[in-house]
C-alpha cells in the first residue's frame, strides 16, 4: 500500500502571510495517462473533510484561488498565497492511484 | 443536489458487529461512474479509509481490516451499509461515507459523519 507523508504537522501562519504544505508518496503517483493522482482536502473544526484540490493542481469548485497546488511523481506541495482567518484547519493530501486511498497525517493550520 | 448521511449505533461493546447504514440522495450508484466509500477518523486523528463500492456491485477493502468489513448496496433505496466485525475500543471513530468519483477517483461529498464508541 502507498503511504503519505506530510510536513510540517503544524503550521502557525500569521493572516495575510502565504503558508506551503509537502507531501511524499512512498510510490509514484503519476498515471499512465498523464494524471497525478493526487487530491487535496481541508477539514475545517468539527466539519466534514472538503476536496480542495483534485489531480494535483486542479481546484475544486468553488475553492478560492489563493489555494494552488503543484507536484508531480512522489512530491506534491499545496500552496496558499495569503492566509486568511477561514482557512483554518488540518489538510490531509490523499492518493488515488490505487483505489484503496490513503490520507496523510494531516497538517494543522493555526493563526498566529 | 448531492447529500449522503450516516445512520447507526453511537454505542457497541467490545466484540460486538457494527452496523452502519448510508443514505444517499441526488446520485445513483446505477449511473456509471459513482461509488460509495467509507472512511473513519478516530478522535484527533487522521482520515482512514475503509472500503468502497461501485456500481456493479464490486467491493474493495482496507488491507488491514478486510477480514472484518462487508460493504453492500441497495441501489433503489439508495443507500451502502458497512458491517464491522469484533469492533475494539480502538476501532472509536466518527464513520463517514462519501460519493466517490470513479473516473477522477475522488471523495467528493461526504456526510456529516456519525461517531461511533466501542465501551463496556
Known amino acids: 500500500d502507498i503511504v503519505m507523508t506530510q510536513s510540517p504537522l503544524s503550521l502557525p501562519v500569521t493572516p495575510g502571510e502565504p503558508a506551503s504544505i509537502s507531501c511524499r508518496s512512498s510510490?509514484?503517483?503519476?498515471?499512465?495517462?498523464?494524471?497525478?493522482?493526487l487530491h487535496w482536502y481541508l477539514q475545517k473544526p468539527g466539519q466534514s473533510p472538503q476536496l480542495l484540490i483534485y489531480l494535483g493542481s486542479n481546484r475544486a469548485s468553488g475553492v478560492p484561488d489563493r489555494f494552488s497546488g503543484s507536484g508531480s511523481g512522489t512530491d506534491f506541495t499545496l500552496k496558499i498565497s495569503r492566509v486568511e482567518a477561514e482557512d483554518v484547519g488540518v489538510f490531509y493530501c490523499m492518493q488515488a492511484l490505487q483505489i484503496r486511498s490513503a490520507f496523510g497525517q494531516g497538517t494543522r493550520l493555526e493563526i498566529k | 443536489q448531492v447529500t449522503l448521511r450516516e445512520s447507526g449505533p453511537a454505542l457497541v461493546k467490545p466484540t460486538q458487529t457494527l452496523t452502519l447504514t448510508c443514505t444517499f440522495s441526488?446520485?445513483?450508484?446505477?449511473?456509471?461512474?459513482?461509488?460509495v466509500s467509507w472512511i473513519r477518523q478516530p478522535p484527533g486523528k487522521a482520515l482512514e479509509w475503509l472500503a468502497r463500492i461501485d456500481g456493479d456491485d464490486d467491493e474493495y477493502y482496507s488491507t488491514s481490516l478486510k477480514t472484518r468489513l462487508t460493504i453492500s448496496k441497495d441501489t433503489s433505496k439508495n443507500q451502502v451499509v458497512l458491517t464491522m466485525t469484533n469492533m475494539d475500543p480502538v476501532d472509536t471513530a466518527t464513520y463517514y461515507c462519501?460519493?466517490?468519483?470513479?473516473?477522477?477517483?475522488?471523495?467528493?461529498?461526504w456526510g456529516q459523519g456519525t461517531l461511533v464508541t466501542v465501551s463496556s
Open positions: 510510490q509514484s503517483l503519476l498515471h499512465s495517462n498523464g494524471y497525478n493522482y
Open positions: 462519501a460519493r466517490t468519483d470513479e473516473g477522477k477517483r475522488l471523495h467528493d461529498y
Open positions: 441526488g446520485f445513483s450508484l446505477s449511473t456509471s461512474g459513482m461509488c
